[in-house]
């Protein structure tokens, strides 16, 4: 199941929101725009679903309903999310969420409902509700006792992985991380999940990683993951070419960002049928190696039953060079004084003009991201 539309109201940076998504997308747009924030509705809906997650404390986690609301909202108060999933058997569901204070600080649920193939399941605030307010403090999404008609969209936020990698965590684990998501989606237990794979899957995924590796990282010959027999701990080991005739060995303390930004990569790419987030994964990469991954992704999904979503934030035009990037996959977003507008580039006639002409995307997109005065920007040093 995949996310096939995408609507938000005064979320973040977004006063209004209305996305058709493919099962590739790639979101460009000037610094501070709300790319993060975009993937984030969808995150924070996981994090409402998600074992130890819910409402009230994925909220809190965001520093509380002030720092959602969209700063362009001025008198509508409601925060809104609506998502159309498209499902493997060919059902789809709709599901949208409203959010409110209630006095000064509390939040709670304006609307909550459900549709499956045209059909309202749910419908938010009922009888139940008028005669007990508190029960709008929670979702009916993050309660096994009232999703059982539609814990299959439930189970499938809960499902979405977020990534965005910090190398250092990777070598660190002991590098204090708030929050249980954060440890997951920067890089504090990659290595152990790693190793928490079944062997069959983990030593799959690991040979392909190794021959992806041996293409991009000079001298790489061996990759592996392994658990350390003297003190239990998981770590990544790679051998290199070397005048030594066994080569030489390292660990993870000594892999470049780069290195660890690809094996995560791929990894992620490689797990799990459901979406995948990922915040600029070029970082630390040499631009010929930026250049390929749009193909990675697309020739990881099209070996796989399931088709897995994957959503991608880049400031990178490196990565849209890639020919086969239809303009109908990249969304632009462009800051104004009345919040962040999202525009599909497909949609823009001179796009399509440019890239029929032979442009790829990147080229044809790069001036439509470009801060307005960079031109002035060397200005405030003199």
């Known amino acids: 199941m995949n996310i096939s539309k995408l609507s938000l109201r005064n979320w973040r940076n977004f006063q209004a929101v209305d996305l058709e998504l493919r099962d590739r997308m790639f979101i460009v747009g000037p610094n501070a725009s709300g790319k993060s924030n975009l993937l984030d509705a969808v995150r924070f809906l996981r994090d409402v679903a998600r074992d130890g997650g819910g409402f009230q404390a994925a909220i809190a986690h ?3 309903l002030g720092k959602i609301r969209c700063l362009a909202a001025r008198s509508k108060p409601d925060v809104e999310i609506d998502l159309e999933l498209s499902g493997a058997e060919e059902s ?6 409203g959010i409110r204070a209630k006095g000064k600080t509390d939040p709670e649920v304006t609307h909550e409902r459900v549709w499956r193939n045209g059909l309202q399941l749910l419908d938010r605030p009922g009888d139940d509700d008028v005669r007990d307010p508190r029960r709008l403090s929670q979702t009916h999404l993050e309660q096994i006792t009232t999703n059982d008609r539609f814990r299959e969209i439930a189970d499938f936020f809960a499902s979405v992985s977020y990534r965005h990698l910090v190398p250092q965590l990777v070598r660190s684990t002991g590098i204090a991380v708030t929050g249980d998501f954060e440890k997951e989606a920067y890089g504090s237990r990659f290595i ?3 190793l928490a794979t079944p062997k069959r899957t983990r030593d799959a995924h690991l040979r392909r990683i190794e021959g992806a590796l041996k293409q991009a990282v000079p001298q790489l010959r061996e990759f592996k993951a392994i658990r350390d027999p003297k003190d239990g701990k998981s770590h990544l080991e790679a051998v290199y070419e070397h005048w030594r005739p066994h080569g030489a060995r390292q660990r993870e303390d000594q892999f470049s960002d780069g290195t660890l930004r690809m094996i995560a990569f791929f990894w992620e790419l490689l797990s799990g049928d459901s979406p995948l987030l990922l915040e600029e994964p070029e970082i630390s990469l040499h631009a010929e190696i930026v250049n390929q991954l749009p193909s990675l992704v697309h020739e990881v999904r099209k070996g796989r039953k399931v088709r897995r979503q994957v959503l991608i934030t880049t400031h990178s035009f490196d990565m849209l060079q890639d020919e086969g990037i239809a303009p109908e996959e990249v969304l632009i977003l462009e800051p ?10 497909g949609d823009l006639e001179d796009v399509e003009t440019l890239v029929d002409a032979g442009l790829p995307v990147g080229e044809v997109v790069r001036p439509l991201t470009r801060p307005k005065p960079l031109d002035q920007l060397s200005l405030a040093f003199r």
């Open 62 to 64: 965001r520093g509380g």
């Open 92 to 97: 789809t569901w709709r599901y949208s969420l």
């Open 192 to 194: 152990e999940n790693v």
């Open 336 to 345: 104004t004084p009345e919040g962040t507008t999202v525009r599909v580039a």
